[in-house]
């Protein structure tokens, strides 16, 4: 079996027995493929004829060309998945790529708008019409529950369980978890659902939450577009749906909220990528010392 092959049944394997999501797959599929031709540049077609040294050598091209080291490190991971794929399918006996280090990632913290950006951002007039009560829900559920965007997109009706106060989301992998919608996101929800989604339904029926004008499933563009929209009014330049996420998850941490249930929330399988979430300023972590500590206040 060539690379070639190998990389359809290995795309095959992540979307049906992985479960991987469509993004992922795409984005693993470019991965590799940028791998393979550059590995056919090489003269190297075959998976039993690839080095550790030639995987390097193509995870050095890309960084040259200037690939941010998010995107550098997605790389490797596929890279390095598609060989473990390969030596486990019997394709080949040798995994070039073991004990190979991902290459570092800086960390950076996320973008998080303030309190009163958030209310300034979510009490601004929103046009009562179906479009922007819809508007108004889409950024209220971004931030009241902290989806990300894809997930918002991907939110059906049978999904929606207001009555309950909760909402089952479909997040990376197809994982299912259910999150808590109340206050002025489950109102903002409801209003769309009772006064304007009917509105932009089309000729074709689609079990979609959020509708775009056309009456088809909102996308992850026009989400983001509705954020940038919504934000200029507000004073926030380039506010992005993530910004929103991340938002979510600080002003729980800040108001007291336990970093396990702050995990769950967001769907994270490894609470390193919740403690991202951590960066709060330092008077707010003197005032929980100062509210937590036994011995904080002897001696004034």
């Known amino acids: 079996m060539d690379l070639a092959r190998a990389l359809g049944e290995y795309l095959d394997y992540l979307a049906v027995e992985r479960g991987s999501s469509p993004n992922t797959v795409a984005a693993y599929r470019r991965d590799l493929t940028r791998y393979l031709d550059w590995l056919a540049g090489e003269k190297i077609v075959e998976p039993t004829d690839v080095t550790r040294a030639d995987v390097e050598r193509h995870l ?3 960084s040259e060309v200037g690939l941010s080291p998010a995107s550098l490190e997605r790389a490797a991971s596929a890279i390095k998945g598609f060989h473990r794929f390969m030596v486990l399918e019997g394709v080949c006996d040798e995994l070039p790529t073991a004990d190979m280090p991902l290459p570092a990632k800086p960390s950076r913290l996320p973008d998080v708008l303030s ?60 994982k299912e978890r259910l999150v808590p919608i109340l206050g002025t996101a489950a109102a903002s929800l409801r209003a769309y659902l ?38 200029r009014v507000a004073g926030i330049k380039g506010l992005h749906p993530h910004t929103l996420r991340h938002s979510f998850a600080t ?8 970093l396990r249930a702050v995990q769950e929330l967001l769907g ?33």
């Not at 979609?208 to 509705?226: D, E, K, M, P, W």
């Open 60 to 62: 050095g091209a890309l």
């Open 115 to 174: 309190r009163e950006q958030a209310a300034s951002l979510l009490d601004q007039p929103f046009p009562q019409t179906p479009a922007g009560l819809r508007d108004r829900a889409v950024l209220e559920v971004l931030y009241g529950c902290g989806l990300r965007a894809s997930e918002l997109c991907g939110l059906d009706r049978r999904a929606v369980l207001l009555d309950e106060e909760l909402l089952r989301v479909f997040g990376k992998g197809s």
């Open 194 to 231: 009772e006064e304007g989604r009917g509105a932009l339904v089309g000729r074709m029926p689609t079990p979609a939450v959020f509708l775009n004008v056309h009456g088809g499933r909102l996308s992850r563009q026009s989400v983001h577009a509705i954020c940038e929209k919504y934000g």
């Open 251 to 258: 002003h729980l941490l800040e108001g007291g909220a336990d």
């Open 268 to 300: 994270h399988a490894d609470i390193s990528t919740t403690q991202l979430y951590t960066h709060l300023d330092r008077s707010h972590i003197r005032r929980v010392y100062l509210a937590a500590h036994p011995r904080a206040h002897l001696g004034e």
